[in-house]
């Protein structure tokens, strides 16, 4: 059957998928609740004539804040059906972007997940005259439930899917389905409005591509307010395919072993924090166990993809995916087929380094302006390949500008920013081609390689050009640097910022009996600096001159969304980092005091710096004998 709007896709869950009791499953107490494909149908009409009866209309915005639950697929293809138009956020908003989005959709109604929710966004919902109600999915004592909806509802049923079918009749693939407000890495979010074809345009074309059908499982654990999580969603719902949605990130080892899937959706820091955690264990090893298995890991980095492995690379590698690489398999469930990975550039060396494993790495790029996906690697090595986001995506086009910027068209380009058309003209030009802000560069003229954001490319002083996401994205296999920001424009060389990991941090202080009250005194440790330039150095090796990191500078902070230093895609946020420790690059750039002695300065200023400092100690030392 052909699926046009968003919720013609319960029509196959009625027709092909009947049978499915597992469509959508959550874990409530530690049990795995599972909802029905018959439950799915039933409830999504019901909720759908539920706000019908409450007098919400074709049109009107509402507003979904939850973790990810089956109760938000029934609410989605509810609101769809109802012809009103879906405005999911992300649990993480602060009080201002909470403030902004509530006003700036004009939503009526707003749904939270629990009470922890509820208590965030009831105070900030308040200031707002035009909302009305805030629902809960969770059943709470003395706050309405979203499931009294659905009651009114039951009682004129038959009158109100009349009224129903009506307001499907009267949709078109082309009307709006939802606005999603993007994260915001600079000023306020803006509201990318998606109609039902550019999500579903998207969704089928990759659903050939999606290597499990109906009879398997895909875990997910990412927002559904994320574009590429709820549009790939949709292609597991087109494939009938079980949905099991993770209790937490904490959990989510557990919630692999205990459902064993075949399939889960990632972004690329979830994929290295996992390699974090392996290698940890690694290193506990002792003796031939951890020679082995530091073998398997050298030897899995060096995976050519695409067939090209030797006969005899391919032989060691099948002693060390039986000796090391099953055990990896086994922490991944035991039956996965790929995990695909969106939202940030992945290392090469650890998509290699999966691979090897068995664990295959489909890595894609879009963004939620096209729906998202614009390109994506496939399992069959004709269409993928390593250290890319592969091919473009069947229905659509893009090329390369004379700047190096990726442009694209298609169907799942979107409607444009809610109620901005200064800002949605500023990225869609007159000819259609949608400007992604991206660099990038086609590799044997197929496959897509990422090399920087546009806007995040900077000159130094010396008019040499820097792209920090190329530098920062070196740094990410390793285990005593969690994050790090690249600065330096208009100054005369490179820098970083660095929050580091913490646990590993204070696992090394204990290993070298370092003494330290907390994590401000911690990074100043001159063994803690050494260690972190070390790093520094390695990296530094494979970089040209004008792109080495000359001084760097620790802060005793971690770096999260709550505390705005990354957005809900773990993105940096760039401006609040800048904002944030302007003192510090201030002091860096000698714009202000030097108040941090030798702290990842460049070794030629340490020496000159110590020089003259000696000579200064020798000439009062003259003075006073004089005296």
Not at 298 to 327: E, H, Q, W
Not at 603 to 613: C, G, P, Y
Not at 614 to 620: D, F, Q, T, V
Request: hydrophobic share 40%.
């Amino acid at each position: 059957m052909e699926i046009k709007r968003v919720f013609d896709i319960l029509e196959l869950y009625k027709s092909e998928y009947a049978d499915l009791q597992d469509a959508f499953s959550y874990k409530d107490k530690g049990t795995w609740v599972n909802f029905s494909a018959q439950d799915y149908y039933k409830y999504s009409h019901l909720f759908a004539c539920g706000l019908i009866n409450a007098g919400y209309k074709k049109g009107e915005k509402i507003i979904t804040m939850s973790q990810s639950l089956p109760h938000w697929n029934i609410a989605d293809m509810g609101i769809s059906l109802a012809g009103m138009v879906h405005v999911p956020i992300y649990t993480t908003l602060g009080p201002q972007e909470l403030e902004y989005i509530l006003r700036h959709s004009e939503a009526r109604i707003i749904i939270v997940s629990d009470v922890g929710l509820y208590k965030k966004l009831k105070p900030v919902a308040d200031k707002i005259e035009t909302i009305e109600k805030v629902y809960t999915f969770h059943h709470i004592e003395g706050i309405v439930n979203w499931v009294s909806l659905i009651q009114d509802a039951i009682e004129k049923e038959e009158e109100l899917m009349k009224k129903l079918n009506d307001i499907k009749l009267s949709i078109d693939e082309n009307d709006l389905h939802t606005i999603i407000y993007t994260s915001g890495t600079t000023g306020n979010p803006k509201g990318v409005m998606i109609s039902h074809k550019n999500i579903l345009s998207n969704a089928t074309g990759v659903k050939p591509i999606v290597p499990i059908d109906h009879g398997q499982k895909a875990l997910s654990f990412l927002p559904l307010c994320h574009i590429y999580e709820r549009m790939l969603n949709y292609s597991f719902q087109m494939k009938g395919i079980a949905i099991y949605y993770a209790e937490s990130l904490g959990t989510i080892v557990n919630d692999l072993k205990d459902i064993k899937p075949h399939l889960f959706n990632s972004v690329p820091r979830l994929l290295e924090k996992f390699y974090d955690r392996i290698i940890a264990i690694g290193k506990d090893l002792k003796g031939i166990k951890r020679w082995i298995f530091f073998w398997a890991v050298r030897l899995g980095t060096n995976y050519n993809d695409r067939g090209k492995n030797s006969a005899f690379y391919n032989f060691k590698l099948k002693i060390a995916r039986k000796l090391v690489f099953k055990k990896w398999q086994a922490a991944f469930g035991g039956n996965i087929v790929a995990v695909v990975s969106g939202g940030a550039s992945l290392q090469v060396r650890l998509a290699r380094l999966y691979t090897a494993a068995g664990i295959r790495i489909c890595e894609g790029y879009g963004l939620s302006e096209t729906s998202p996906v614009l390109a994506v690697n496939h399992m069959d090595w004709n269409n993928a390949m390593l250290g890319t986001v592969g091919p473009i995506l069947e229905g659509v086009e893009l090329k390369i500008a004379e700047d190096g910027e990726i442009l694209a068209k298609g169907p799942n380009v979107m409607l444009g920013y809610y109620k901005d058309d200064e800002a949605t003209n500023a990225v869609i030009d007159q000819q259609g081609w949608f400007h992604t802000g991206d660099i990038g560069e086609f590799i044997e003229n197929k496959f897509l390689k990422i090399t920087d954001r546009k806007k995040e490319i900077f000159k130094t002083s010396s008019g040499k050009y820097i792209a920090p996401q190329v530098i920062e994205n070196r740094f990410k296999s390793s285990s005593i640097i969690e994050q790090l920001m690249i600065v330096g424009e208009n100054e005369k060389f490179v820098s970083a910022l660095i929050s580091p990991n913490f646990n590993y941090l204070h696992y090394f202080a204990a290993k070298h009996k370092i003494h330290y009250r907390d994590n401000a005194e911690l990074v100043k440790i001159p063994e803690v600096i050494r260690k972190i330039q070390k790093e520094i150095d390695i990296v530094n090796n494979t970089l040209g001159e004008h792109e080495k990191i000359k001084r760097f500078r620790l802060v005793c902070e971690e770096w999260s969304q709550p505390t705005g230093e990354l957005s809900p895609t773990l993105k940096l946020r760039r401006n609040v980092i800048y904002k944030k420790y302007d003192n510090i690059l201030q002091e860096i750039y000698g714009h202000g005091a030097d108040k941090t002695e030798n702290m990842g300065k460049d070794t030629a200023s340490v020496s000159l710096e110590s020089r003259i400092t000696n000579g200064m100690r020798k000439l009062i030392n003259i003075n006073s004998n004089k005296e």
